[in-house]
């Protein structure tokens, strides 16, 4: 495959964006399974953010392309061969991953409207209505996006230049793949989708890991990917879970209890399967000096914002303080890693607990520098559950950088989650 033709041509109708309802990660069909059965009739908005505000999107990325892509998502339905696979694939050890009923409701969704607005250089891109419904658009959406600004930094760039890009781009990562060949040990998994080029060039980048680390390698949290190219699919849960959680708690005792209440939901839905911690949605430290005593026997812990190593040290020390070895634990990096961060990190804790890396947008969107004027850079756009029947949420993070929501609110989280001194962090991706 010419992924430099491809662009050049910019056929629409043989590359659209999105291509596939499976065309997202594998966390957001688990917690939509999740939130399917614990929370059907919750309803909420998520938005559209972009933490870099320099990057004016509705100056670089034309409004009627954006809606031609955003509708073509909404006639997307999931192909029989698509829902063979999640029927009756092997997760995790697990067939049948995704109980019938779910399957049904799965298999009937077309994504429901969106809102789209222009204001002041950027896009309002917003969803609202039932939690599980709505919560499919966020990966789309930024995938929509990030492609469309691509296209856009691209436009004037002929076909000769589109391959020597590509070629370039292509060297990039497979010269970082063959530093990732020096580790030992590693466990390493593309999580790029979300802020990726582009669809064609995430799977070039999956089939370069395939083929470059070998067992090293786990598998991509894109599950059309992981369909394609018949490896894991790979994905747990995010914060998005413990946020709508916390804005439906009635009193501070419930908010306080919530992120906890997500957990027992997703242990009762899971049967002992996918038992990774996310602490970091209201802080680490707090969250972990609370936690019930049944949380210390799960199989490991996500470090997503804060200092990573500093993350992995507060996770040790607590599996030490409950007795057990965090040698037999695992923790996974996936907050803005390159081999840098990742070669440094795997040294540090060697030999102290399992470690695993999410790598994602310096993966499948690393083209620094090979376009003039800073066209690609990655930058930092996210979408976000902003309110549940109603209410604001809240995200504080570990990272004060990445907090988000209403200034009261924040406070009141602050408080009840006992949130002291916090360093700032840039946020790149």
Same mark, same amino acid.
């Given at each position: 495959?010419?992924?430099?033709?491809?662009?050049?041509?910019?056929?629409?109708?043989?590359? @659209?964006?999105?291509?596939?309802?499976?065309?997202?990660?594998?966390?957001?069909?688990?917690?939509? *399974?999740?939130?399917?059965?614990?929370?059907?009739?919750?309803?909420?908005?998520?938005?559209?953010?972009?933490?870099t505000k320099r990057i004016r999107l509705a100056e670089l990325i034309d409004e009627g392309e954006l809606r031609e892509q955003l509708?073509?998502?909404?006639?997307?339905?999931?192909?029989?061969?698509?829902?063979?696979?999640?029927?009756?694939?092997?997760?995790?050890?697990?067939?049948?991953? $995704?109980?019938?009923?779910?399957?049904?409701?799965?298999?009937?969704?077309?994504?429901? @409207?969106y809102h789209l607005e222009r204001r002041d250089g950027q896009y309002e891109l917003s969803f609202e209505g039932t939690w599980h419904?709505?919560?499919?658009?966020?990966? @789309?959406?930024?995938?929509?996006?990030?492609?469309?600004?691509?296209?856009?930094?691209?436009?004037?760039?002929?076909? $000769?230049?589109?391959?020597?890009?590509?070629?370039?781009?292509?060297?990039?990562?497979?010269?970082?793949?063959?530093?990732?060949?020096?580790?030992? /040990?590693?466990?390493?998994?593309?999580?790029?989708?979300?802020?990726?080029?582009?669809?064609?060039? *995430?799977?070039?980048?999956?089939?370069?890991?395939?083929?470059?680390?070998?067992?090293?390698?786990?598998?991509?949290?894109?599950?059309?990917?992981?369909?394609?190219?018949?490896?894991?699919?790979?994905?747990?849960?995010?914060?998005?879970? /413990?946020?709508?959680?916390?804005?439906?708690?009635?009193?501070?005792?419930?908010?306080?209890?919530?992120?906890?209440?997500?957990?027992?939901?997703? *242990?009762?839905?899971?049967?002992?399967?996918?038992?990774?911690?996310? /602490?970091?949605?209201?802080?680490?430290?707090?969250?972990?000096?609370?936690?019930?005593?049944?949380?210390?026997?799960?199989?490991?812990?996500?470090?997503?914002?804060?200092?990573?190593?500093?993350?992995?040290?507060?996770?040790?020390?607590?599996?030490?303080?409950?007795?057990?070895?965090?040698?037999?634990?695992?923790?996974?990096?996936?907050?803005?890693?390159?081999?840098?961060?990742?070669?440094?990190?795997?040294? *540090? $804790?060697?030999?102290?607990?399992?470690?695993? $890396?999410?790598?994602?947008?310096?993966?499948?969107?690393?083209?620094?520098?090979?376009?003039?004027?800073?066209?690609?850079? @990655?930058?930092?756009?996210?979408?976000?559950?902003?309110?549940?029947?109603?209410?604001?949420?809240?995200?504080?993070?570990?990272?004060?950088?990445?907090?988000?929501?209403?200034?009261?609110?924040?406070?009141?989280?602050?408080?009840?989650?006992?949130?002291?001194?916090?360093?700032?962090?840039?946020?790149?991706v």
């Amino acid at each position: 495959m010419d992924i430099a033709k491809r662009v050049y041509d910019h056929q629409w109708k043989i590359d @659209p964006i999105i291509r596939s309802l499976i065309d997202t990660d594998f966390y957001k069909l688990l917690m939509a *399974q999740s939130v399917f059965r614990n929370r059907p009739d919750t309803r909420v908005e998520f938005s559209l953010i972009n933490r870099t505000k320099r990057i004016r999107l509705a100056e670089l990325i034309d409004e009627g392309e954006l809606r031609e892509q955003l509708d073509h998502v909404r006639s997307l339905s999931l192909s029989r061969g698509e829902s063979t696979w999640l029927r009756g694939n092997m997760f995790y050890g697990k067939r049948a991953m $995704f109980r019938p009923d779910f399957m049904a409701w799965f298999e009937g969704l077309r994504l429901p @409207p969106y809102h789209l607005e222009r204001r002041d250089g950027q896009y309002e891109l917003s969803f609202e209505g039932t939690w599980h419904e709505v919560m499919m658009w966020e990966i @789309p959406a930024l995938a929509i996006i990030m492609e469309l600004r691509s296209r856009a930094a691209l436009a004037h760039m002929g076909r $000769f230049e589109l391959q020597v890009l590509y070629a370039r781009a292509l060297t990039r990562v497979w010269e970082k793949i063959e530093r990732l060949r020096r580790i030992e /040990p590693l466990s390493v998994a593309d999580f790029g989708t979300r802020r990726r080029h582009g669809f064609l060039w *995430q799977d070039r980048c999956v089939q370069a890991m395939i083929e470059g680390l070998g067992t090293k390698f786990t598998g991509t949290s894109n599950c059309l990917i992981a369909m394609k190219r018949e490896v894991e699919a790979i994905g747990t849960n995010a914060h998005e879970l /413990p946020m709508v959680y916390a804005a439906l708690a009635d009193n501070d005792t419930e908010l306080a209890h919530a992120p906890y209440k997500v957990l027992a939901d997703w *242990q009762e839905e899971h049967e002992g399967n996918l038992l990774i911690i996310l /602490p970091d949605t209201y802080g680490t430290k707090g969250f972990l000096d609370n936690a019930p005593d049944w949380l210390v026997n799960w199989t490991g812990m996500r470090i997503d914002s804060g200092d990573p190593a500093t993350g992995a040290e507060t996770a040790i020390r607590w599996w030490q303080d409950k007795g057990q070895d965090p040698r037999h634990k695992l923790v996974i990096f996936s907050d803005g890693l390159d081999v840098d961060k990742i070669e440094e990190l795997s040294q *540090q $804790f060697k030999g102290r607990v399992k470690v695993g $890396f999410g790598w994602g947008t310096l993966l499948t969107n690393d083209f620094r520098g090979l376009v003039p004027d800073a066209g690609l850079e @990655p930058f930092s756009l996210v979408c976000k559950a902003v309110s549940a029947d109603g209410k604001p949420t809240v995200k504080l993070s570990d990272n004060p950088n990445k907090a988000m929501g209403p200034k009261d609110e924040i406070a009141r989280y602050k408080r009840v989650f006992d949130l002291g001194a916090q360093e700032s962090l840039d946020v790149l991706v």
